[in-house]
């Protein structure tokens, strides 16, 4: 006699499952049907299949913004994961230093987006700000309001500062999670500190800095507030970059097909490159073992 299915299990998934479906799919699908329409008004709308996506495609202005995002989100990858495992390797074990350091670290992330973008408003300006008038006294020519160059620079710095203690705190855990007797081990085979790295730590540190570059690729990826507060996108169009783009074709424009279609295009290019991310760490982690 075959043995009668319990699907009550199913009822506790359906409320997650209607909370995705209202948070993630329902918008989602609206904003597939804005893409392949032309919004005349409220209740008129054209239907104009891949028009949109065309458009998005060959806009030059796109192009441009998607080639200032891959540069700073690469150059974010290439500073802030260095520099966290440089920093949580040089942290004290114990002690109540540890605690200290930790809940340092931990300030900047605390800090709400919009006021991240305000502190460096006022800090990096050349008149009042402290580290604007430090620079212009030196004898560097400095002002991010007027220079490409200057708020572009302020910019990665200001999310270096904002998210580098992200990298730090799971690059720490990562570390102390790794057992004594490895450490043990390479104490009586004699091996130098920069061998228990290499052997040790960086082959036991591949998930969490896995973690750490898709978390900050992500959200470098999709980075608005603080650079839309500090710069506005400007001086020109230097520091816009695809989000703010988005937001000046949706909002500002009340563009919402062509913001639809390039929402999607956003989308599937973050996807694309967290799978490839994803893949790429997980073959060289296979590799090693």
């Known amino acids: 006699m075959q043995k009668k299915q319990n699907n009550q299990a199913w009822f506790l998934v359906l409320p997650v499952f209607l909370s995705v479906a209202f948070s993630a799919i329902i918008p989602l ?7 392949v329409q032309d919004i005349l008004g409220p209740d008129r709308r054209l239907y104009v ?6 458009a998005v495609l060959n806009s030059t202005e796109l192009h441009a913004a998607f080639f200032r995002q891959l540069i700073f989100s690469f150059s974010v990858l290439l500073i802030e994961i260095p520099l966290g495992l440089m920093v949580a390797l ?3 074990v114990r002690g109540w230093v540890v605690s200290l350091c930790l809940v340092l670290l931990a300030i900047p992330l605390l800090i709400p987006w919009n006021v991240v973008g305000t502190i460096w408003q006022i800090f990096a300006r050349g008149d009042i700000g402290l580290g604007g008038s430090i620079i212009n006294h030196l004898g560097i020519s400095y002002n991010y309001t007027l220079d490409p160059t200057d708020a572009w620079v302020t910019v990665l710095v200001m999310d270096i500062w904002h998210w580098t203690s992200l990298v730090v705190l799971l690059c720490y855990a990562g570390l102390r999670a790794i057992p004594d007797a490895y450490y043990q081990a390479a104490a009586i085979d004699g091996a130098s500190r920069l061998a228990v790295f290499r052997y040790i730590q960086l082959p036991k540190l591949s998930g969490v800095l896995s973690i750490a570059v898709l978390l900050r ?4 990826f999709m980075v608005y507030t603080e650079p839309f507060v500090l710069t506005g996108g400007g001086p020109g169009s230097s520091t816009t970059f695809l989000s703010q783009y988005l937001v000046n074709i949706g909002l ?8 639809g279609a390039f929402s ?4 599937l290019i973050i996807l694309l490159f967290c799978y490839v991310f994803y893949t790429t760490v997980q073959n060289l982690t296979k590799g090693k073992e």
């Open 49 to 54: 299949g891949t028009e949109w996506y065309h």
């Open 252 to 259: 500002g424009q009340f563009d919402l097909g062509n913001a």
């Open 90 to 92: 040089i942290l004290p």
């Open 29 to 35: 699908m609206t904003v597939v049907n804005y893409s």
């Open 217 to 220: 690729f992500m959200d470098s």
């Open 264 to 267: 999607l295009i956003y989308f």
